[in-house]
């Protein structure tokens, strides 16, 4: 029979590496709950309706990502390739966005189908920040502060790098598209295929294009920052004093634009050079128009989104994930001889004494000599032998696993204090 795998580009999280990802996970929720956001919790499942009407027809995700299919009652139903679409139709669902503001959160599994690589894969995980009904630079620059202070807890800032644009209201990007095509299509055969095809569909996409040529002949394309309305560039100014003054340095990118159709004014991304071509940790900005866009009364909104795997690989790379995450047990108990009551009973007697520590009781009788391997394989400190001599007597064996030290026979009742110790 052909052995089953998972399907391609959709990983394992194996328990090797499951200590480092509750660690990101522990560090962001801690960071997060520092600010006062929520966790918001939404399908992983949505009708297909949601993503073409927020995302964009025209976008990469929409075109050729996304995992739709007909459920068995032929509604069209995609699974999630991103969560603030999903964060908006839920908060608008259950009122959460009249007369007042949110600061939401929320993690878990999105699904492109994209070409799998080191960093791009099919089932992804993000944790994203969505917040509602505040307008001003504020709000944007606390939430680079939020990720600021993540990064600095998880020990990477040095290796990820601010990069910030404005793409001003729909007003000012729409003139600016006109200027752009005008001025692309008089040079479309120096484009590359894919920007030749963005000129009608998607033209902003083309600023950030991968290729060289393109790339050379936006050199002196119109820029998108003569074309700003003043809202916007005061917006973005007051944006960058408040980072200067908060003490986070950025670089402006006059060609981020962002994947998807819905943001306006603010968009950054955190990029490091330590992870080859799938450098964007994170990334996010400004989306005013979308709750409007789905049906919604108009609320300004901003968020951002990171990617837990790259993440992940970027801890790694910098080896900054700390050790003995994956140690799963302080304390492993031998039942040696008929013993099973009472190893379970000493068992539960410490969890109810010191329940920060790890316990394992073992399983399966054998030998003490083949017991004490499993003990040390464990990686356990401390191992506690019971005996049919030493449980008719109400006394255990506790023994040093790591240090040299001589094992001692005591009370049951005294095993905590000795532990503890
Ligand atoms: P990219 O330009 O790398 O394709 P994107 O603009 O499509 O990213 P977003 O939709 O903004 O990405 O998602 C936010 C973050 O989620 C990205 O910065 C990245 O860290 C992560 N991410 C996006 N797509 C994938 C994927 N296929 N595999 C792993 N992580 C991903
Ligand atoms: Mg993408």
Redesign the pocket.
Known sequence: MKKLQAIRGMNDLLPGDSAAWQYLEATVADVLQNYGYQEIRFPILEPTELFKRSIGEVT??VEKEMYTFDDRNGDSVTLR??GTACCVRACEQHGLLYNQTQRLWYQGP?F?Y?RPQK????Q?H?IGVETFGMDGPDIDAELLMISARLWKQLGISDAVTLQLNSLGTADARARYKEALVSYLSERKEQLDEDSQRRLDSNPLRILDSKNQDTQALLNDAPALHDFLDDDSREHFDKLKALLDSAGIQYEINPRLV???DYYGKTVF?WVTDKLGA?G?????GRYDGLVEQLGGRATPAVG????V???ILLLQELEAIPEGLNQSVDVYILAVGDVMEDAYQLGELIRDQLPHLRVMNHCGGGSFKSQMKKADRSGAEYALIIGEDEASQGMVTLKPLRVDRPQETLAIEDVAKALQA
Do not use: H
């Open positions: 990469d995700i390739p991103e999105m492109r994209e960093g791009r894969l099919r992804f993000q962002r994947g998807l991304e799938q964007t940790v994170c990334a996010g951002f989104a990171m990617g795997e790259r993440l």
